[in-house]
């Protein structure tokens, strides 16, 4: 079964940028959609990006358009998202996941595999 492992978080000062990567392991994540979620102290899980499988449908959530930029390497089994402007209301765990379906969604409900998740600190 597909695993997923996300690495790049860390702390950054406001204005800064930070660049998330997914990885899959033991499938090829081609044959997914992939999203970023991201959930702070006491909130809710948020849908922050997503991409279909063959790239041709891309969703942002609200607070982050503009800002942020999901990409994928098929050669390098990775789903990319990077985080420009950062502000310290980005400050959350976040969570790589993938959809056997292969489309674009920000539900989280959707999405079958999920990674442990990293942390992002925008801090000064």
């Known amino acids: 079964q597909l695993q997923l492992a996300e690495s790049g978080g860390g702390l950054v000062q406001p204005g800064g940028s930070l660049r998330l990567s997914c990885t899959g392991s033991?499938?090829?994540?081609?044959?997914?959609?992939v999203g970023w979620f991201r959930q702070a102290p006491g909130k809710e899980l948020e849908g922050v990006s997503c991409i279909s499988r063959n790239e041709d449908t891309i969703y942002y959530g609200e607070g982050v358009k503009g800002r942020f930029t999901i990409s994928r390497d098929y050669s390098k089994n990775t789903v990319y998202l990077q985080m420009n402007s950062l502000k310290p209301e980005d400050t959350a765990v976040y969570y790589c996941?993938?959809?056997?379906?292969?489309?674009?969604?920000?539900?989280?409900?959707?999405?079958?595999?999920w990674g442990q998740g990293t942390q992002v600190t925008v801090s000064s």
């Open positions: 996941a993938a959809d056997t379906s292969g489309w674009a969604t920000l539900r989280s409900s959707e999405y079958e595999v």
């Open positions: 033991r499938y090829h994540l081609d044959y997914y959609a």
